[in-house]
T-cell receptor, first 114, second 114 residues
Framework: DGGITQSPKYLFRKEGQNVTLSCEQN?????MYWYRQDPGQGLRLIYY???????QKGDIAEGYSVSREKKESFPLTVTSAQKNPTAFYLC?????????????FGSGTQLSVL | GQQVMQIPQYQHVQEGEDFTTYCNSS?????IQWYKQRPGGHPVFLIQ?????EVKKQKRLTFQFGEAKKNSSLHITATQTTDVGTYFC??????????????FGQGTILTVHP
């Protein structure tokens, strides 16, 4: 089945540690996104990428980094500079990144701080 | 920056009652999308509205896009327990680009009591 796979489902971070969240898609979509979801808030855009080897900051990029070396993969690193990383992280994709395209979401990663 | 506000934040209904959530944007939208997130799940695309005053129906769900393309609503007739979840509206970021950056509302959490 085509879709977006996020791993791990749950992740724990220690103080000062960088952690990487995986996102893989087999939908052949050009555009991929990372959103952060906090209780009672909508989804906030962290980073997005419309093409391999190119990505742009979203609304809350500070403390995060990404790479897009392959079309299928868009990993997100939560660095130690992100002081409040506890949240539900959602990866998404769309066909070409146009504003009238629907997003397909992965099942998410819940990140917690130890 | 662009804001998308959704009300109410929470709605508790008895099974069989109707439900409505409202979405208001600070800017005119080229389109608006609606997503549903089941408890513990990820957002799933429901529908996109594009035209001023557009009304679309999906079984018991009715979606409307305002004449000024700054507001939208989702109405569910005779709710069922399967309607439980969080409903989000989302519109393209202002800025004149065609990039698929969506601004999400905070969501309305619907609880249905049997």
């Amino acid at each position: 089945d085509g879709g977006i796979t996020q791993s791990p489902k749950y992740l724990f971070r220690k103080e000062g540690q960088n952690v990487t969240l995986s996102c893989e898609q087999n939908l052949n979509h050009d555009a991929m996104y990372w959103y952060r979801q906090d209780p009672g808030q909508g989804l906030r855009l962290i980073y997005y990428s419309q093409i391999v080897n190119d990505f742009q900051k979203g609304d809350i990029a500070e403390g995060y980094s990404v790479s897009r070396e392959k079309k299928e993969s868009f990993p997100l690193t939560v660095t130690s500079a992100q002081k409040n990383p506890t949240a539900f992280y959602l990866c998404a994709s769309s066909i070409a990144g146009r504003s009238n395209e629907k997003l397909f979401f992965g099942s998410g990663t819940q990140l917690s701080v130890l | 920056g662009q804001q998308v506000m959704q009300i109410p934040q929470y709605q508790h209904v008895q099974e069989g009652e109707d439900f409505t959530t409202y979405c208001n944007s600070s800017t005119t939208l080229s389109n608006i999308q609606w997503y549903k997130q089941r408890p513990g799940g990820h957002p799933v695309f429901l529908i996109q509205l594009v035209k001023s005053g557009e009304v679309k129906k999906q079984k018991r769900l009715t979606f409307q896009f305002g004449e000024a393309k700054k507001n939208s609503s989702l109405h569910i007739t005779a709710t069922q327990t399967t309607d439980v979840g969080t409903y989000f509206c989302a519109g393209p970021n202002a800025g004149g680009t065609s990039y698929g950056k969506l601004t999400f509302g905070q969501g309305t959490i619907l609880t249905v009591h049997p």
